[in-house]
Every structure is written in structure tokens, then in C-alpha cells.
């Protein structure tokens, strides 16, 4: 894929995510990583959605060297940048602050599998990272958020729970295209939304079976996956 | 009705799930009975919506025979193939993961008549399945659905009660015709969301008396209906 | 104002319900009545909104007798006619299931003024009817719905207490004319929705001084009115 | 900025809380202020959103004469006057019932910042006003409701936190300019719909660590300001 046309499927997933009722305002960001080069395309900070074109997408190194001077990336950058080093699987980062996913994250509050819907996407509870410390706020701020996903991550696997929600903030969402990235996160929502429905009818959050759980993500995901049509 | 007639009244069907607000991604699927033939039209697996047309329907027999070899049927087929062998009084099947239908589903919460909305179309509690054990959903989970629907239906009327909660994932719904399991589908989801709504400010779930429920449901359906224009 | 002008109000009040998010499906219907003739105007029965024009408008009198024989008119006629003949204050009557008055409805849970949107449309709270007995619903059903709303506003000045919640049915809201009973049902569901949410936050629903309730209802209804454009 | 360009702001700031759902019917009202002239610019009593136009819009002083005879100002000019007076920071003001806010105000419950969507836009709890004394309502409501919220910032800093919660009522909400004014309504929506469901569902409501909110508001206000592009 051209970075052209990289470009171009990063601003569509940023309007997809609006799109899908996930943004509003300028909350949310969406970024994709052009592996075999290590070049990193993000929407730019703050520019109203209506008026963003393909051309005003900004390119960085893996390290945040910004390589086009026009526009400033968004401020989220360093948290993505975190992410594609730490998850070689990843494509595309999404953050949004999508309600119910947002509502959770304020709560510190982890999705567990209570349903199919869940099941189809992500194999196992979504976590919520820990609060940062003062100090990493008001050192290193955005990047100690990147930080703070992966060590959240470290007995997880990020290919198979592609979604994380960061204490008081909001989700992080993640997937090997924008495409993808873009119908995890609005999956995301409808499980969160799902979850705090459940949660304040049975406080005890029932949860699927494990057997339920895998049959639902294995025939969507992996090697013996039989949804969809033959490719 | 023609073949092609069916086709495009499942075609219909299915768009109509994600018009109601049903229906996200490609979670949900509908189809419809030729009972002279024995033919089941049903919508193919994981196609987007907007890209759907009446010749992308897929024709099986009741015994999950494809009569064509264009596309993979839904992943859900053998659950409606079930349905139509067991309920000869149903003409239309249709599955989605609507908000509420699926939020008291994942809590096991059945919908008892909590008002003449729900009268109107359902003569009685809409049940939930038990939870299928670790065999069945290892080994025909699909068909293990179905039967569990049907095992839930050994005391209720399917044709009076239209529609199912399956336990951690979400609501079968069923009709006459394709139109009427749209509306059955719409209807269920607005008295879910009532039903939920109400069972929180009132845990006691407050029903109707059984005098109403009779003189709405019996009102719009059966021999002594007086509801609409005469035909 | 001719006949012809009221169907088309009648006619336009309908369609504004559906607009306004209130009616699915073909719940729901408004009539009027021109008070010189005794004419009522009212929705017919079971036809879809969208095929729906100012010729379907049933006329009826008072009694109940349909003066034109081209459709059945709304199943709830009867009880529009006992609160057209109980209140003489009122020009148009509607009824719906909007979301969060049926679900106070069923939950057979008045309406206190909780703010000064209510204020702003109701002078006080908004009553649930008794349950109707098992005679009452399978002798004369819809009449005795109607009575039981007049029953209620025993009490109760329907003139400025707009609406009432059936039990275990749904709202009843009328007004002077159509388009004002349409916003008489607008803000009602309005604050149901206020008054659900408030409920399940300080289950104790604080209400708002009565001096406050005053100073809102007045500053817009009656004759000390210093709301809007003079006229 | 001439007045008549200040009317046409002011015009497309009250279209906007329509058109961002803060606003049904006639509940709410914008206004600016020419701080040069001390002249102000509101919305119309009373006058349906879908025929107001610029020149609606009515011009009062600070010391609410009307400079111009055409239309009667919206009711809660006072309101707006005492804000200008006594905040010689605001530009412009903005009053609607907006969902949660208006609910959370009913329930004379704060916001307290719970997450960073929060803390981007307030830099603190958002406050809730005293109600008024029978005394206060009876005499010169409009202007003491704007006195209470006076009182409410007595050691708050309103260009920081720029939005009040008023008692039984709903949200008052300024900024600089009428497009700052109508952000920070929109927003201020978001989080108390964050916050109801939050409050709903952890009790305690778990706000964020000071540290957090800081860096939050302080990256998109204020001298260290680093979001958006170079202006």
C-alpha cells in the first residue's frame, strides 16, 4: 500500500469512527503503520473533522520524528507510537471516547465476556489499566499512557483482546487494518454498552461459558474460522 | 410466491433489521420458508448489508442442503432450519442482537407482560434458553441452538409467544410472514428496553392483569380480531 | 376552521407523533374535535403512517357514530370521546407509548414536578389511572379507559394538568388545540425521561418549591402569560 | 465585530444547541455580548428555531433596556445580564435543559471531574446552585437566578469552570465566544451523561487524580496550551 493510499484509509477510519457516533468534537484518533517501511500515519491535533482531507494526515517515524512539516500530529501520537513497538500484530490504533466504553474506563471498570457479541471479537475479559502515577502525568505523560497498555498487556495477548480501556480516560483500540481497527471499536461499544446494562441488573455480571466463548471467536478468528464467505 | 419473490422479501427482511436499528455489522440474520417446497432462503454469511442483493440469498431444503453454490449461507442457518421443522406455524425467522433483547438475554431475564405494548404482540412471558452444556456447543452448537429453542417451547405456543431470549447471546424471533418477524423483531426490542427499564425502578416487575393481556393480544390476533381494516 | 382543515390537522399531528420520536410501529393516534358541531376527527385504525393522508381522517360524533363509511377508525376512539365529553376545555386528544411515560405507566409511578421543564407544561404531578378490574376490561374495554381517566382527575384540573399515565398501558395527552397536545406529548416524554433518571439516582425524587412549579406554569399559560411574541 | 455580525453568531450558536441535541422545543437560549459597546445580542421569546433568523435576534445593554422595539427578548435576559456583569471574562452565554444535565440538576447533584473528557474542558466539579427562596422566585426570578449563580462562583473561577448547574432547572453555560459557548455545552452533556451512569453504577464515583485534570485542562487552555495547530 502507498502512503497515499495509507493516508487515505486512516482519514476514512477518523471519519468512520464519527460516522459510527464513537467522536464527538475532536475526542478520538485514528493512526495506521506501514510496517515494511516503519512509517506512521495519525490524524493532526485538533482540526474539525468536516474540514480534514487526506493531505492534512501527518507522517512519523516509529520513534515520533514528525516527517512532513505542514500540520501537528495528534497529541495522542506518543501512546500509538508505544503500541506499534510493543504489538508487532498491530496496524491501526483507535482512541475514541465512545460513551459506554468511556463510562467503564471512568469506572475502572473491566468488561468480562457476558455475551456472543463480545465473544465474536475479543477472546476474554477487556482490561482497564491502573491510574498513573503523578509523576509519570506530569513527566512523560502521553507516552506513560502507551506504557501503562502494554504492562497492562503483559499476560494478555493483544491480537486476541484487541481493546484495552485506559483508567479515567477512555479505550484504546486496535487491529491489524484501520477497517478492522475501526469495527473493533465500535464492537467495543456495543459490549461496553451491553455490559453496563447487565452489570446494573445482575450485579453479579454473569459470564458465558468458556466453551461459548471460544466456539464464537474461534469461527470468526484464526485457522479453523468458517464465518463469512471464501476468500 | 415465486422463488425470486422470496428472495427478495428475505432480502427486504434483512435490510429492514438494520433500518429498525436492530442489527450492527453483520450480526443478524433472516430468512423465510416456501412450505410447499420445503425451500429456506436465507441471508449469506458475513456480507456487509450495503452490498447485499436479492441473488446473494442463499436456497437450502430443511435439511441444510444448499440448493446453490454462489454463497455460504449464514452461520446460523441449522437454528432456523430447526425452528421450521419443529414450528410448522412459522413462515419467517429472524436473529439479531438488539440492545435490550440481548442485555436481558446475557442476564438469563426472562420478559414478562409488563404492559399492553407487549400484550399486543406476545401472549405471555417471552422466555430465555438454559445455557447449552460444553458438549453441545463443542460439538453441532448450531443445531444445539435450535433444540434448545425448541426444548424451551415444550409448554408455550410458538405462533401466541413469537419470539426466544437464547441465554448469552440474544433474541430468535419468528412470524407468519418475513413483515410480520420484522415487526415481532421491533416490537420485542421496544418492550425489552421497557421491560429492563422497568425492572429497575421496580424490581418487582410489576405485570399486567391477566384480563388485559387477553383483550390486547386477542384484539389483533386470531379469529376474533377487530384490529385494523377489514381485508 | 372547515372539516377539511381539521383532517388535515389531525392528520398532521399523527405524523408529527412519529416525527417526534413517540409512535412506532402504528401505536398511537390523535384526534380533535370542532366543539361547535360535535364532529371528532381521528387517525383509522392499523393504517401505516406512511400511507397515511387527511382522507383516511375517521369522522365521528360524540356517540360514536362514524358519519362516513370508508375506514374503522382507531381502536381507542371510545375513550377520546368520554374525555372530549368530560372535559370541555380540550380540542385535541392523543395517545402513545413513548418510551419513558409507558414505562413510568407500567410501573404505575406518578410524575412529580421534578423541574422546571415539567413546570414549564404541567402544574403539578402527573397521575398513573387505578388498574382497570377484570369486568372493566372485558366488558366495554375502551370506554372504561376513558372513564378511568376522568375518575382520576376527580380531583384534578385537566386544563392544566395535561396528561395522564394509564396503567400498565401508556400515556394520554391532550390539549386546546392538535399542535398543542403534540407538544403537550413532546414534553411529557421529555420529563418521564427527567423523572426515570432522577428517580433511579435520589430514589427519595426531590421536587422542586411549590413557588417555583407556580412561577414557571404561569409565566406561560393563562392570563398573566409573559411568554413569547405578543400576539 | 459589527452587530450585525454578533446577530448572525448568535443566531448559528442557538441553530447549533438544536442541532447538537441540547435543545426541544423552545427550552433554551443563546446571547453575546460586544463587550466594546456593552451591547447584547439574544435570542427571541418564544419564536419556533426553524423560522428565527438573524435579524430576530434582540439587542438589549447591560441594564436590560431593549435597543430595538421588534421582538420581546427571550425570558431569561436577566439571567444572562447579571453573568455579564458580574463575569467580565464571558463572551457568550448559553441556557438549554439538556438531557443529563438538566436531570443531574433536578437531583441538585455536582459533576465531579470523573474523567479527562472532563477534565479537557472544566478544571474542576461542576457546581450546582442553592434553590431559590419563595422570596427570590416571587420577586425578580429571572434576575435572581442569575444572582444565585453568582453566589454559587463566589470561590470559583468561572473562566475555568465555565458552566453551573441551576437547582431544579439546568445548565447555564458561557465561553468567550458564542462557538466556545456552544462547545462547552455540548461537552458539558457528554460528562453528565459520563457521570449519571457512572454515579449509577459505582456509587462512590471515583474521580480522577488532581495531577490528571491539570494536565488535561492545562494542554488545551491557557498560556501552556500545546493542542490543536499553530494558530
Not at 451491553?194 to 459470564?207: N, S
Amino acid at each position: 500500500m502507498s502512503l497515499d493510499d495509507l493516508k487515505q484509509a486512516v482519514l476514512e477510519a477518523n471519519l468512520a469512527t464519527v460516522r459510527n457516533g464513537l467522536v464527538i468534537a475532536t475526542f478520538g484518533n485514528a493512526s495506521a503503520i506501514d510496517r515494511a517501511s516503519g512509517q506512521v500515519v495519525i490524524k493532526p491535533s485538533g482540526v474539525p473533522y468536516d474540514r480534514m482531507t487526506a493531505d492534512c494526515m501527518v507522517v512519523s517515524d516509529l520513534d515520533g520524528r514528525v516527517l512532513d512539516n505542514r500540520m501537528r500530529p495528534s497529541s495522542d501520537l506518543d501512546t500509538h507510537l508505544v503500541l506499534y513497538r510493543a504489538f508487532p500484530g498491530v496496524g491501526a490504533v483507535i482512541h475514541t471516547h465512545s460513551t459506554f466504553a468511556t463510562i467503564l474506563a471512568q469506572c475502572l471498570c473491566p468488561i468480562p465476556p457476558m455475551g456472543t457479541t463480545h465473544a465474536d471479537y475479543f477472546h476474554g475479559t477487556i482490561p482497564v489499566t491502573r491510574h498513573l502515577t503523578p509523576e509519570e502525568i506530569t513527566s512523560d505523560y502521553v507516552r506513560a499512557t502507551g506504557e501503562v497498555i502494554v504492562e497492562t498487556f503483559r499476560d494478555l495477548d493483544p491480537d486476541t483482546i484487541p481493546a484495552v480501556l485506559v483508567a479515567g480516560h477512555g479505550p484504546f483500540v486496535w487491529g491489524q487494518t484501520p477497517e478492522e481497527a475501526v469495527m473493533n471499536a465500535t464492537i467495543l461499544e456495543e459490549v461496553a454498552k451491553f455490559a453496563w446494562h447487565g452489570m446494573m441488573l445482575r450485579p453479579g455480571a454473569p459470564q458465558i461459558p468458556a466453551a461459548l466463548l471460544d466456539r464464537h471467536f474461534l469461527r470468526k478468528h484464526g485457522a479453523g474460522a468458517t464465518y463469512g464467505q471464501p476468500t
